[in-house]
């Protein structure tokens, strides 16, 4: 199972695309059609003005061969069961399914951040408390489980284009792709973005300012093939785990560093040694010289100088 979340402020936009794309499942504090849910969304967050992404959009998907093993209780059970997790089940949210019946069944979720007493649910770690969910949910009703060893992955060569156009542009595109599922999906997280995406033989993605640029010219792995596969669950099931491993060896990482550091400290505070740079002793004593020195006749020349200078040096 994979769970995904974000903060959105397009709360109609996301509520319209999920009815056309399904039908209504569930909903909470909210009735009708997915522009009454706005409206009712947006006169429960009205009171808070300074939350920017007032709105959550959530997608669950169960991998293709766990087709048939989720009916559609045991998907409003999962979406209540999310609620409760992330802290809005008290607030207007609605349920979709889309895919029904199919490998690629999966529903979604646009719910309202904001809570009774004008505070919005907090979008901190929602990453891992989604995976976490996922896991739980994997156990409970027996669906495939995300492997926890790390697989190899044969490193693809990325092309790395100079245009400074690109990176930003490659940027949105690899964010709407993380929140999506099918081709259909990024096209409308693009949207969102500014971005316009057209699909013939290959594909290409047209930025705000009208500039189009065929998927493989932003990078290698956004062909329409690559992009297919990015969308792939196995693919996705394999990011989560990556991502979910380097930010736990990162946090072991760190707590052994500042572990050191401080026994260290430690250390260096119950036995003070007193160090000293010769470098600065030595032209120390050199400037002496050189000022008693001084008073020497002008006319002397400059190599018996020098060689008194490292006479003076061999008696010190």
């Given at each position: 199972?994979i769970t995904?979340?974000?903060s959105?402020?397009?709360?109609?936009?996301?509520?319209?695309?999920?009815?056309?794309?399904?039908?209504?499942?569930?909903?909470?504090?909210?009735?009708?059609?997915?522009?009454d849910?706005?409206?009712q969304?947006?006169?429960?967050?009205?009171?808070?003005?300074?939350?920017s992404?007032p709105?959550?959009?959530?997608?669950?998907?169960?991998?293709?061969?766990?087709?048939?093993?989720?009916?559609?209780?045991?998907?409003?059970?999962?979406?209540k069961?999310?609620?409760?997790?992330?802290?809005?089940?008290?607030?207007?949210?609605?349920?979709y399914?889309?895919?029904?019946?199919?490998?690629?069944?999966h529903?979604?979720?646009?719910?309202?951040?904001?809570?009774?007493?004008?505070?919005?649910?907090?979008?901190?770690?929602?990453?891992?408390?989604?995976?976490?969910?996922?896991?739980?949910?994997?156990?409970?009703?027996?669906?495939?489980?995300?492997?926890?060893?790390l697989?190899t992955?044969k490193?693809?060569?990325?092309?790395?284009?100079?245009?400074?156009?690109?990176?930003?542009?490659?940027e949105?595109?690899?964010q709407?792709?993380?929140?999506?599922?099918?081709?259909?999906?990024?096209?409308?997280?693009?949207?969102q973005?500014?971005?316009?995406?057209?699909?013939?033989?290959?594909?290409?993605?047209?930025?705000?300012l009208?500039?189009?640029?065929?998927g493989s010219?932003?990078?290698?792995?956004?062909?329409?093939?690559?992009?297919?596969?990015?969308l792939?669950?196995e693919?996705q099931?394999?990011?989560e785990?990556?991502?979910?491993?380097?930010?736990?060896?990162?946090?072991?990482?760190?707590?052994?560093?500042?572990?050191?550091?401080?026994?260290?400290?430690?250390?260096?505070?119950?036995?003070?040694?007193?160090?000293?740079?010769?470098?600065i002793?030595?032209?120390?004593?050199?400037?002496f010289?050189?000022?008693n020195?001084?008073?020497?006749?002008?006319?002397?020349?400059?190599?018996?100088?020098k060689?008194?200078?490292k006479?003076?040096?061999?008696?010190?």
């Amino acid at each position: 199972m994979i769970t995904k979340i974000e903060s959105i402020n397009h709360t109609y936009n996301a509520l319209a695309y999920c009815e056309k794309g399904g039908e209504i499942l569930y909903t909470n504090k909210c009735l009708g059609t997915s522009k009454d849910i706005f409206l009712q969304m947006k006169e429960n967050n009205a009171f808070n003005d300074r939350c920017s992404k007032p709105t959550f959009h959530i997608k669950i998907r169960i991998a293709p061969e766990d087709k048939g093993k989720l009916n559609s209780q045991d998907w409003i059970d999962i979406s209540k069961s999310y609620a409760a997790k992330i802290g809005f089940q008290y607030n207007p949210y609605a349920i979709y399914i889309h895919k029904e019946g199919t490998a690629m069944e999966h529903i979604h979720c646009v719910a309202a951040k904001i809570t009774e007493k004008n505070l919005a649910v907090t979008d901190d770690y929602t990453h891992y408390k989604s995976m976490d969910f996922s896991r739980e949910i994997e156990e409970k009703y027996n669906l495939r489980k995300v492997k926890r060893v790390l697989e190899t992955v044969k490193n693809n060569e990325v092309f790395e284009s100079s245009d400074k156009r690109i990176p930003p542009l490659k940027e949105k595109i690899f964010q709407a792709i993380t929140m999506s599922d099918t081709l259909e999906d990024l096209e409308f997280h693009l949207k969102q973005r500014g971005i316009k995406v057209k699909i013939g033989r290959g594909i290409s993605f047209t930025d705000e300012l009208n500039i189009s640029f065929r998927g493989s010219k932003i990078d290698r792995r956004l062909s329409l093939r690559g992009i297919r596969k990015l969308l792939s669950y196995e693919n996705q099931e394999k990011q989560e785990f990556i991502t979910d491993f380097k930010d736990s060896n990162s946090g072991n990482g760190n707590e052994k560093a500042l572990s050191s550091k401080a026994e260290k400290k430690q250390q260096d505070s119950a036995n003070p040694i007193e160090y000293f740079d010769s470098d600065i002793v030595f032209d120390s004593i050199n400037n002496f010289i050189d000022e008693n020195n001084s008073n020497l006749n002008d006319s002397e020349d400059f190599e018996k100088r020098k060689k008194k200078k490292k006479k003076n040096r061999r008696k010190i």
